[in-house]
């Protein structure tokens, strides 16, 4: 929402709070706007409409976490359909090929978890522990509701050596959405990434 939605989504949550019987403060008001201010007023107002007339919970007041349920699927949901993204693009496109996803969140875990040919290297015994892992750090992301910084596209074995040697990378191949996936190719930090290295300590220096 932009700042000129403020009186109509004020208008909206006051509405709801009567239909509830409920007061609706100030206070509680700059609540709601600070949680669901991201999202579309009209996408709101469905949410809403769809909590008043769910029969398991729709007969209490909804709060911010509701409706961002509603407009978003639950993080469980989200983190299924991504690492579906994901392992389907990993079988029909492979490691080889440099990829962008519709979602800069698959990018920045799968970044996390090593990368894209890291990934494609997982034996199919691991890929179960590989899917709960890569589901796990989707969830905490989605969570937080705040994108962190993700590498633009997720760079296969054949751009990373053709980089090496010096010739020009491959356009990448986008999975999902194209023009979703064209925005997170646009909005990615091509910096690299900070890693944390575990280091021996040299048993000289542990004396």
């Not at 729709?58 to 579906?84: C, F, H, N």
Request: charged fraction near 25%; include cysteine; aromatic fraction near 8%.
């Amino acid at each position: 929402m932009q700042q000129d939605d403020v009186r109509a989504f004020q208008e909206v949550m006051q509405g709801v709070h009567d239909f509830y019987g409920k007061d609706c403060s100030p206070f509680a008001l700059d609540v709601w706007w600070q949680a669901l201010r991201s999202y579309d007023l009209e996408a709101i107002r469905d949410a809403l409409g769809r909590h008043c007339v769910n029969p398991d919970n729709g007969q209490w007041m909804p709060k911010p976490a509701d409706v961002v349920r509603l407009i978003e699927g639950s993080t469980v949901d989200s983190a299924m359909v991504a690492w579906t993204k994901v392992d389907r693009a990993m079988q029909s496109v492979g490691s080889y090929c440099t990829v962008v996803f519709d979602d800069p969140l698959i990018h920045a875990v799968i970044a996390d978890m090593g990368g894209w040919p890291a990934l494609g290297n997982k034996r199919i015994e691991e890929w179960p522990f590989v899917a709960k892992e890569f589901q796990t750090r989707y969830r905490g992301l989605k969570a937080a509701r705040a994108t962190p910084a993700y590498p633009p596209k997720l760079v296969g074995i054949a751009d990373g050596n053709n980089v090496q040697r010096g010739f020009p990378e491959m356009n990448p191949v986008l999975i999902g959405d194209p023009e979703s996936a064209r925005k997170v190719l646009a909005g990615g930090d091509s910096r690299p990434r900070l890693m944390v290295m575990n280091m021996q300590i040299p048993v000289a220096a542990r004396a």
